[in-house]
């Protein structure tokens, strides 16, 4: 049995930024450290900063007096505004690369192009993004709502920096069927998309292969999804407790990636777990053998 884990996996730069800099804060800082949602897609590290004093809070309402963090996704003009109007103290976490993003969609929208920015509209980078395009941002999550666009002039696209870069090919590919001058902008992140090439690369050497990281983490799920169009015994795991006799049948080469949100602790469990089982199993067929 071997046991490969995919290189680039777990935390990406903006993930480590933000948590070091909510970190830092609540140490400088007297009174209550916010974060505006979760500050990582993942339970046990939120689990861990609430031990810290650090409270994710979804409702902006429901600030009232302290210091706010804003997280690697960024908000929109209009949170940030809001923000300052309640006389919170803002620390900015926004990863650079995201912000480089926003500030491509305020100067495109400046420059009244239509704006169409692939990603899901539910994520709060997307959310932050459109607020920044003036009304002329348009998210597409799929080929199938470019094929309801209608034909046009002039646009440009862009991608959430967590997009899959095959999506984001198949959309550009169809955008450019209903568009006589697209202008292209690769905004993925090189993080992810090393993430996303190693994941793949990995997909295609063993004969199981494990995602760890929580359901609720966007480019975790993409890593999934783009592992099992490679190999369907590809399992999304939240813990090492997910990991069962029956995902480990026939597993003889067995790959483990995370996403930008996995503690390096997560995988290393996930690595803990498969060679217990193992064990466990070798223990259970010689019992078996004896027997005979
Ligand atoms: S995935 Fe990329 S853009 Fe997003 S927070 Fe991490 S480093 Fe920044």
């Known amino acids: 049995m071997e046991i490969i884990v995919a290189k680039n996996s777990g935390l990406c730069y903006g993930v480590k930024r933000a948590l070091n800099l909510a970190k830092e804060t609540r140490n400088k800082r007297n009174g209550k450290v916010f974060t505006l949602g979760d500050l990582i897609h993942n339970p046990r590290v939120i689990a861990d900063l609430q031990k810290?004093?650090?409270?994710?809070?979804?409702?902006?309402?429901e600030l009232k007096k302290g210091t706010v963090i804003i997280r690697s996704h960024g908000v929109s003009p209009g949170v940030h505004k809001s923000l300052k109007e309640k006389q919170m103290e803002i620390v900015d976490a926004t990863c650079p690369i995201v912000k480089k993003i926003q500030k491509l969609v305020e100067i495109l929208a400046k420059e009244k192009e239509e704006i169409i920015i692939v990603g899901n509209k539910?994520?709060?980078?997307?959310?932050?993004?459109?607020?920044?395009?003036?009304?002329?941002?348009?998210i597409v999550e799929n080929e199938t709502q470019v094929k309801r666009l209608t034909h046009k002039k002039k646009r440009a696209v862009l991608a959430q920096s967590t997009q899959d870069l095959y999506l984001?090919?198949?959309i550009v590919a169809a955008l450019i069927e209903k568009t006589e001058e697209l202008r292209v902008y690769n905004t993925i992140c090189h993080s992810t998309q090393t993430r996303q090439k190693a994941t793949s690369d990995l997909a295609s050497h063993v004969d199981t292969l494990f995602i760890v990281g929580g359901k609720n983490s966007s480019n975790t799920r993409k890593l999934f999804q783009i592992s099992r169009r490679i190999l369907p015994t590809t399992y999304f795991i939240e813990n090492a407790e997910q990991i069962t006799p029956k995902t480990l049948k026939w597993a003889n080469k067995i790959g483990i990636s995370g996403g930008?949100?996995?503690?390096p602790e997560a995988i290393q469990e996930a690595v803990e777990k498969i060679k217990d089982s193992y064990k466990l199993q070798l223990k259970k067929e010689k019992t078996i053998q004896c027997r005979e």
């Open 168 to 170: 984001f090919e198949k």
């Open 122 to 138: 539910d994520h709060p980078e997307i959310k932050g993004l459109i607020g920044f395009s003036q009304g002329r941002g348009i």
């Open 52 to 61: 810290q004093g650090i409270q994710p809070i979804e409702n902006l309402n």
């Open 260 to 263: 930008a949100s996995t503690p």
